[in-house]
Nanobody, 123 residues
Framework: QVQLVESGGRLVQAGNSLRLSCAAS????????MGWLRQAPGKEREFVAA????????YYTNSVKGRFTISRDNAKNTMWLQMSRLQPEDTAVYYC????????????????WGQGTQVTVSL
């Protein structure tokens, strides 16, 4: 099972940017899809963005398209989520997750999770 460690969450003002990082322990992520989900207080966890580790193809939920960018460095086994033009509704705990289920681009079958990092966006 892949061990995942997130970092980078903090309090930011609306309109600003923030970058989250996720370091993976596994050295062979070829067939994995990795990404981010978030959970706001009182809401269900939702998919944010994902990247196919081998091809680099990316997937986003509609609410973050054009504002968030997911990327990865194969050599460093590290993934990032660059978030720009942050809004208060982006406030949530952000989780890094991985799935080795084919075509699981929304990480519905993710089998490894990080501990979560809090992102708070204030007005």
């Amino acid at each position: 099972q892949v061990q995942l460690v997130e970092s980078g969450g903090r309090l930011v003002q609306a309109g600003n940017s923030l970058r989250l990082s996720c370091a993976a322990s596994e050295h062979t992520l070829t067939n994995y899809i990795m990404g981010w989900l978030r959970q706001a207080p009182g809401k269900e966890r939702e998919f944010v963005a994902a990247i196919a580790w081998s091809s680099g193809s990316t997937y986003y939920t509609n609410s973050v398209k054009g504002r968030f960018t997911i990327s990865r460095d194969n050599a460093k086994n590290t993934m990032w989520l660059q978030m720009s033009r942050l809004q208060p509704e982006d406030t949530a705990v952000y989780y890094c997750a991985s799935s080795n289920v084919h075509l699981d681009y929304e990480l519905k079958y993710a089998n490894s999770w990080g501990q979560g990092t809090q992102v708070t966006v204030s007005l």
